[in-house]
């Protein structure tokens, strides 16, 4: 006869799971991890490298090594002390000056001799700059004036070309000291009061595709997916007026600066000229093959450009009606698209990764001159031999 087997939720057989798992590992819990000696070695010296290379070839006294002890001391830790020149001699040591007679014609005895050693506070605020090489071998030289010798055999070390050589007072006693260029620091940003919402405004049903400001600065107009167009007062932020005709959501409004009229355009393939002064569709514009995604009027003449993701962009005389150009060579949806008054006059940008500049009374690329994007935030200029 077969048993048959309990069954029990999820909850518990996680529980379970994670009963078994701490289980497990319990008695390793809270033991530190085993010091490997050569990685921690290695990672001491990549350290030292990295953060104090500028600084490892700098004079050290005898007096540190004194003070802080063997070299190989442990700290409280248990880890090994790795010295800042391990692997390589220390080439400078500041002993002060050598020994000289106190006069001329005094022989130099030890009961003559005079030594003069730097300060202390010199010693501990300032690190003593390295000559070039051949200051170095005039120091060898010359008697007493210098205040470092270096080892016999010791190879020449030029200073490393991020630092800055400057001299600085330490109590009595002139020292030129090496001290690293410092990074550049971004500009603080000029403090403003912070930005507060000023008027939260609801009455569309989908989303808000897009928005334009009247010129007067009176009002605004909005287009959103619920197919509708509405006009809201500037200043109350009150509905003012709604305007339904598009079947399918609105992408792009805009109003004339020149004439008493707004444009809209959505994905019904539809472009739409409103009157306001009698707040109802007076011209369409028929072209497109697919849904139209934005449009913009030229800023001096009567002209309407919209583009579409049937990957062209068409040049409308608002009065007429007709299509005075059809822009095409983009590959994909064109997704927008902006006019000025100076050249080039018509600017689109496309799915398609490109921007193109376009000549308005030629309806063609101006020059065989594009704009390929690589990514987000860079721009490669590409030059077409045509």
Not at 290 to 300: E, F, I, R
Request: glycine content about 6%; hydrophobic content about 35%.
């Amino acid at each position: 006869m077969v048993e048959e087997v309990q069954k029990h939720s999820v909850h518990t057989l996680v529980f379970r799971s994670l009963k078994r798992t701490h289980d497990m590992f319990v008695a390793d819990n809270g033991k530190p991890v085993p010091l490997d000696e050569e990685s921690h070695k290695r990672k001491m010296a990549i350290k030292l490298r990295n953060e104090y290379g500028p600084v490892l070839h700098m004079p050290t006294s005898k007096e540190n090594f004194k003070e802080k002890g063997p070299q190989n001391a442990a700290d409280s830790y248990g880890h090994k002390q790795y010295p800042a020149n391990q692997g390589q001699d220390v080439e400078y040591l500041v002993t002060g000056t050598h020994p000289y007679p106190p006069g001329p014609g005094v022989a130099l005895t030890a009961d003559t001799k005079i030594q003069r050693m730097p300060s202390e506070s010199a010693a501990q605020s300032l690190a003593v700059a390295l000559p070039s090489s051949q200051a170095r071998a005039d120091a060898n030289r010359t008697a007493p004036g210098g205040n470092e010798y270096r080892h016999p055999g010791a190879p020449d070390r030029s200073q490393p070309a991020a630092m800055n050589s400057i001299v600085m007072e330490a109590g009595n006693t002139k020292n030129s000291a090496l001290m690293a260029k410092k990074a550049p620091t971004m500009p603080k940003p000029q403090w403003h009061p912070p930005w507060k919402l000023y008027r939260v405004i609801s009455g569309h049903l989908g989303w808000v595709r897009c928005i334009a400001v009247e010129p007067g600065n009176q009002w605004f107009v909005t287009g959103s997916a619920d197919r509708t167009i509405k006009i809201w007062d500037l200043a109350s932020g009150k509905l003012k007026l709604s305007l339904t005709g598009h079947i399918s959501t609105v992408r792009g409004v805009i109003v004339s600066t020149r004439s008493p009229y707004l444009f809209s355009c959505g994905e019904d393939k539809q472009v739409k000229c409103w009157d306001l002064e009698y707040n109802k569709v007076i011209r369409h514009y028929h072209g497109h093959l697919s849904a139209v995604y934005g449009l913009d009027l030229h800023p001096t003449i009567d002209v309407l450009v919209t583009c579409s993701r049937d990957s062209t962009a068409r040049i409308w005389d608002v009065r007429t009606k007709a299509s005075v150009h059809t822009l095409s060579g983009h590959t994909n949806a064109v997704a927008t698209v902006r006019c000025q008054a100076a050249e080039p006059q018509i600017i689109t940008g496309s799915h398609d990764t490109t921007i193109r500049l376009w000549d308005l009374v030629a309806g063609k690329t101006r020059s065989g001159l594009w704009f390929y994007i690589q990514d987000i935030t860079h721009l490669h200029l590409v030059l077409q031999i045509t």
